[in-house]
């Protein structure tokens, strides 16, 4: 199936800055959304960021302005420019698609990637 390759978390201090990477890979026709969601210990996963194939982004109201999500689609790659980064901010990301696998699809298929950890620290 498709795999969702994620890339750049780690450890960074408060007011950092950091950019998340993900890319998609596999048997793909067209990918309508992708985006991060975010899951701490003890919470439930919550929408980071997403963008639209055309180019539309939502944001949660505790990313927006301090996040910006981009998007390559013929790399089939999305990015989270993380700054002013906050312990609260401390998760595992999630990457995830929403796509069609074949022109043939009468359905939109969601992947999500393994995860990255974010920690934000002193």
């Known amino acids: 199936q498709v795999q969702l390759l994620e890339s750049g978390g780690g450890l960074v201090q408060p007011g950092g800055s950091l950019t998340l990477s993900c890319v998609a890979s596999?048997?793909?026709?067209?990918?309508?959304?992708m985006g991060w969601y975010r899951q701490a210990p003890g919470k439930q996963r919550e929408l980071v960021a997403n963008?639209?194939?055309?180019?539309?982004?939502l944001y949660t109201s505790t990313a927006k302005g301090r996040f910006t999500i981009s998007r390559d689609n013929a790399k089939n790659t999305v990015h989270l420019q993380m700054n002013s980064l906050r312990p609260e901010d401390t998760a595992v990301y999630y990457c995830?698609?929403?796509?069609?696998?074949?022109?043939?699809?009468?359905?939109?298929?969601?992947?999500w990637g393994q995860g990255t950890q974010v920690t934000v620290s002193s």
């Open positions: 995830y698609a929403a796509l069609v696998r074949s022109r043939d699809s009468d359905y939109v298929e969601e992947y």
């Open positions: 596999g048997s793909i026709f067209s990918i309508y959304v």
């Open positions: 963008i639209s194939s055309g180019g539309t982004t």
